[in-house]
């Protein structure tokens, strides 16, 4: 009677013992479980706010629709292009993404003067600060970038996330933006001919967020030289010493980074034109804005609609 009460001890030690590992396992099974759902979960939210902004952004003029006059109102992100007071989708306005980039840089970012128009972009991308957006041309060379507390030649911290969602959009774009059109100046007689004045406006953050250039076209070197002034006075003909006109020598001025932003002033500017080349022959200038730290010798490009690529990217 008693090696029978052993036994069946000892089976009922053996039967708990299989139940308590089957239990063990069936729990490390359900958190396992329970940990790639999370991850899944993770990942799927990931992927719908990149997908869901680089829709946005390529798609619409964001709200207000002229957001980058006033950052300070910005409420949503975007970067159409606008026409007849509507979205053109998948064209983009270069200098909407230039006002990103100025919001985005090192010394911008945690500035108090900029909190609201931070807090939408950071809703704008689900509440974090893990984004990227960059601009690729045809060719799948990088033209600009913007994260929050970007600098030059330097990378985001993407590298080294856990998880990198990567999605992209086929835009147009051109390199910049036309800010003054001269229309053809003819010179009829040859000789020092002065055209009348014009004006142009710079809105406030655009002196940070754009690089300005003039890009000059003529139908001959004969109808040069073409002399540009810009809030100076063309009358009487100045010296070079002490009011020098700008005269490019190739097709765009000045050929340095950062543009001929020096000369210019927020609000209403003045550009005036003259030339001196021979009898009938005409000259167009164009005064364009284009991201800050972009290439010079890539500003002719501001006058032409390419091919490119619009990337976000988010992390974890």
Request: aromatic letters at 10%.
């Given at each position: 009677?008693?090696?029978?009460?052993?036994?069946?001890?000892?089976?009922?030690?053996?039967?708990?013992?299989?139940?308590?590992?089957?239990?063990?396992?069936?729990?490390?099974?359900?958190?396992?479980?329970?940990?790639?759902?999370?991850?899944?979960?993770?990942?799927?939210?990931?992927?719908?706010?990149?997908?869901?902004?680089?829709?946005?952004?390529?798609?619409?003029?964001g709200w207000p629709s002229n957001w980058e006059e006033n950052t300070e109102t910005l409420e949503t992100l975007g970067f159409a292009e606008e026409n007849d007071g509507k979205a053109v989708q998948n064209i983009l306005?270069?200098?909407?993404?230039?006002?990103?980039?100025?919001?985005?840089?090192?010394?911008?970012?945690?500035?108090?003067?900029?909190?609201?128009?931070?807090?939408?972009?950071?809703?704008?991308?689900?509440?974090?600060?893990?984004?990227?957006?960059?601009?690729?041309?045809?060719?799948?060379?990088?033209?600009?970038?913007?994260?929050?507390?970007?600098?030059?030649?330097?990378?985001?911290?993407?590298?080294?996330?856990?998880?990198?969602?990567?999605v992209r959009r086929s835009v147009v774009s051109r390199y910049g933006t036309v800010r003054y059109e001269s229309g053809e100046l003819l010179n009829e007689n040859g000789g020092r001919t002065v055209f009348s004045t014009?004006?142009?406006?710079?809105?406030?953050?655009?002196?940070?967020?754009?690089?300005?250039?003039?890009?000059?076209?003529?139908?001959?070197?004969?109808?040069?030289?073409?002399?540009?002034?810009?809030?100076?006075?063309?009358?009487?003909?100045?010296?070079?010493?002490?009011?020098?006109?700008?005269?490019?020598?190739?097709?765009?001025?000045?050929?340095?980074?950062?543009?001929?932003?020096?000369?210019?002033?927020?609000?209403?500017?003045?550009?005036?034109?003259?030339?001196?080349?021979?009898?009938?022959?005409?000259?167009?200038?164009?005064?364009?804005?284009?991201?800050?730290?972009?290439?010079?010798?890539?500003?002719?490009?501001?006058?032409?609609?390419?091919?490119?690529?619009?990337?976000?990217?988010?992390?974890?």
């Amino acid at each position: 009677m008693n090696e029978r009460g052993q036994i069946f001890t000892l089976d009922m030690f053996f039967a708990l013992t299989l139940t308590v590992l089957v239990v063990s396992y069936s729990g490390l099974a359900l958190e396992q479980a329970r940990r790639q759902a999370d991850a899944y979960a993770l990942r799927y939210s990931l992927e719908r706010t990149a997908n869901d902004a680089a829709d946005v952004l390529v798609k619409t003029l964001g709200w207000p629709s002229n957001w980058e006059e006033n950052t300070e109102t910005l409420e949503t992100l975007g970067f159409a292009e606008e026409n007849d007071g509507k979205a053109v989708q998948n064209i983009l306005e270069i200098a909407k993404f230039g006002q990103l980039r100025r919001l985005a840089n090192y010394d911008n970012w945690d500035a108090p003067v900029n909190a609201n128009a931070v807090k939408a972009i950071k809703e704008f991308f689900g509440g974090s600060e893990n984004f990227e957006i960059t601009i690729f041309d045809e060719n799948g060379n990088e033209m600009w970038n913007a994260w929050p507390r970007w600098k030059i030649d330097e990378r985001s911290d993407a590298e080294n996330a856990l998880e990198v969602v990567v999605v992209r959009r086929s835009v147009v774009s051109r390199y910049g933006t036309v800010r003054y059109e001269s229309g053809e100046l003819l010179n009829e007689n040859g000789g020092r001919t002065v055209f009348s004045t014009d004006n142009f406006e710079i809105l406030p953050g655009e002196l940070e967020a754009l690089d300005w250039y003039i890009i000059l076209l003529t139908n001959r070197k004969a109808g040069l030289p073409v002399e540009i002034y810009i809030n100076k006075d063309p009358n009487p003909p100045p010296t070079h010493k002490f009011n020098p006109p700008y005269q490019p020598e190739g097709d765009f001025w000045p050929e340095e980074h950062g543009g001929m932003d020096e000369y210019l002033h927020v609000g209403t500017n003045i550009i005036t034109a003259v030339s001196e080349g021979m009898k009938a022959t005409w000259a167009m200038i164009y005064l364009v804005a284009v991201p800050a730290c972009s290439l010079p010798e890539n500003v002719r490009l501001a006058l032409t609609s390419l091919p490119a690529t619009l990337e976000v990217k988010l992390w974890r």
